[in-house]
C-alpha cells in the first residue's frame, strides 16, 4: 500500500521525461525494451512505466529507477519503449492515470484507484510486487512483453 502512496507523490515531475504515441509496430524493427500495457479499461489519459535496473526503490521510488516513459492511450492500448538498453537484468512498474492528474490516485489507506500493474505480472501482497518477482533478462536485440494493469 505504501507502495502506491510513495508512487503517486513521486510521479508529478519525475515523468517530464518525452512522450511518445502508442502505437503498434513491428517488434523486429525496434531495438531495446518494448513493454505492451493490456488490460487498459479506456483511452483517457497516459500510461507511466518505469524501469529499473536493481530492487533499489522499484516499485515505489520512481527517481531511483533507470529510465521513465509516458505514452498516450489510444484506442485501449499502450506502449511504452525503452530503446538503446544494454543487456542485463530490468523489471518494469506501470500505472495508467485515467484522469491525467499525473498522480496514482489511491484511497484513504493507499490502494490504487487506477490501474497498476508490473513486468511478469508480479502481483502486490500486503506491498507492492518484489523486484524478484518482476525481474528478467535482456538480451539484444529486442525484449518484448505485455503487462497487464488491474
Given at each position: 500500500?505504501?507502495?502506491?502512496?510513495?508512487?503517486?507523490?513521486?510521479?508529478?515531475?519525475?515523468?517530464?521525461?518525452?512522450?511518445?504515441?502508442?502505437?503498434?509496430?513491428?517488434?523486429?524493427?525496434?531495438?531495446?525494451?518494448?513493454?505492451?500495457?493490456?488490460?487498459?479499461?479506456?483511452?483517457?489519459g497516459e500510461v507511466y512505466c518505469t524501469l529499473y535496473?536493481?530492487?533499489?526503490?522499484?516499485?515505489?521510488?520512481?527517481?531511483?529507477?533507470?529510465?521513465?516513459?509516458?505514452v498516450r492511450v489510444v484506442r485501449k492500448k499502450a506502449?511504452?519503449?525503452?530503446?538503446?538498453?544494454?543487456?542485463?537484468?530490468?523489471?518494469?512498474?506501470?500505472?495508467?492515470?485515467?484522469?491525467?492528474?499525473?498522480?496514482?490516485?489511491?484511497?484513504?489507506?493507499?490502494?490504487?484507484?487506477?490501474?497498476?500493474?508490473?513486468?511478469?505480472?508480479?502481483?502486490?501482497?500486503?506491498?507492492?510486487?518484489?523486484?524478484?518477482?518482476?525481474?528478467?533478462d535482456f538480451r539484444a536485440p529486442v525484449f518484448r512483453?505485455?503487462?497487464?494493469?488491474?
Open positions: 500500500m505504501r507502495f502506491l502512496v510513495t508512487l503517486s507523490i513521486c510521479t508529478v515531475g519525475v515523468f517530464a521525461i518525452g512522450s511518445s504515441a502508442a502505437a503498434a509496430s513491428d517488434a523486429n524493427e525496434l531495438s531495446g525494451i518494448v513493454i505492451d500495457v493490456a488490460n487498459l479499461q479506456s483511452s483517457r535496473r536493481s530492487a533499489k526503490g522499484f516499485p515505489t521510488e520512481p527517481r531511483n529507477s533507470f529510465k521513465q516513459a509516458r506502449q511504452c519503449r525503452f530503446p538503446s538498453v544494454k543487456p542485463g537484468r530490468y523489471a518494469v512498474a506501470v500505472w495508467h492515470d485515467e484522469d491525467g492528474d499525473q498522480e496514482l490516485d489511491s484511497n484513504w489507506i493507499g490502494i490504487p484507484k487506477e490501474p497498476v500493474g508490473a513486468s511478469n505480472d508480479a502481483e502486490a501482497s500486503f506491498g507492492p510486487p518484489s523486484f524478484d518477482d518482476a525481474v528478467f512483453q505485455t503487462v497487464r494493469v488491474e
